[in-house]
């Protein structure tokens, strides 16, 4: 079974930033594409990021600019850098990969962005 955890989660003012990080565990990781989605208190859970095996990116428009995903192979590893976090920010963020068509996701980490 895939596993996926996330780490980095926290307290932080507006105008700062933050580093997210997820491990992968019984995955083939160079293999596949990861992403990252967060849920805000009485929202969906909408899409953030993602990187592809060959390390392309694609990011939701709110966070483009502000966001830097990256990811390595050697580590199985998957990065979130935040930069220039609001108030809006503020979610639990979810580590995400699809394989085989089956949705694997992590219990995710909550980023708090407050004064």
């Known amino acids: 079974q895939v596993q996926l955890v996330e780490s980095g989660g926290g307290l932080v003012q507006p105008g700062g930033s933050l580093k997210l990080s997820c491990g992968a565990s019984?995955?083939?990781?160079?293999?596949?594409?990861m992403g990252w989605y967060r849920q805000a208190p009485g929202k969906q859970r909408e899409f953030v990021a993602t990187?592809?095996?060959?390390?392309?990116?694609n990011y939701a428009g709110s966070v483009k600019g502000r966001f830097t995903i990256s990811r390595d192979n050697a580590k199985k590893m998957v990065y979130l850098q935040m930069d220039s976090l609001n108030p809006e920010d503020t979610a639990v963020y979810y580590c995400?990969?699809?394989?085989?068509?089956?949705?694997?996701w992590g219990k995710g980490t909550l980023v708090t962005v407050s004064s």
């Open positions: 995400n990969t699809n394989i085989n068509r089956v949705n694997y």
């Open positions: 019984r995955i083939s990781f160079s293999r596949y594409a």
């Open positions: 990187i592809t095996s060959g390390s392309n990116t």
